[in-house]
Nanobody, 122 residues
Framework: QLQASGGGLVQAGGSLRLSCAAS????????MAWFRQAPEKEREFVAT???????IYADSVKGRFTISRDNAKNTVYLQMNSLKPEDTAVYYC??????????????????WGQGTQVTVSS
């Protein structure tokens, strides 16, 4: 089970930090990822972090977002800086054991959180 939190309303240029606490069957060795879905758009990959803390980012968030994890707390974070209106979306955390080359794909993740809304005003 994954529980996401930290969303909200922020002005463009501002920052937010999302958290996702994992419990149950998830393991500290699992990849943990963030995806997002904007209105009338498909869900898209944002970032992922392996158990060994290797990270991958979508080009649209590189240099602005940072994914991290605290294995002792079984929690993954997404620090979002320099937010833009186009970052507005419902953000979902996910966990799984994908092949590294497929770690940006939704289908590679078995566990999903409920989503948290991020709204960036211009």
């Amino acid at each position: 089970q994954l529980q996401a939190s930290g969303g909200g309303l922020v002005q463009a240029g501002g920052s937010l930090r999302l958290s996702c606490a994992a419990s149950g069957r998830t393991r500290v060795t699992y990849y943990m990822a963030w995806f997002r879905q904007a209105p009338e758009k498909e869900r898209e990959f944002v970032a992922t972090i392996t158990g060994g803390r290797h990270t991958i980012y979508a080009d649209s968030v590189k240099g602005r977002f940072t994914i991290s994890r605290d294995n002792a707390k079984n929690t993954v974070y997404l620090q979002m800086n320099s937010l833009k209106p186009e970052d507005t979306a419902v953000y979902y955390c996910a966990a799984g054991q994908p092949i590294f080359s497929q770690s940006f794909q939704e289908s590679a993740y078995s566990y999903w959180g409920q989503g948290t809304q991020v709204t960036v005003s211009s």
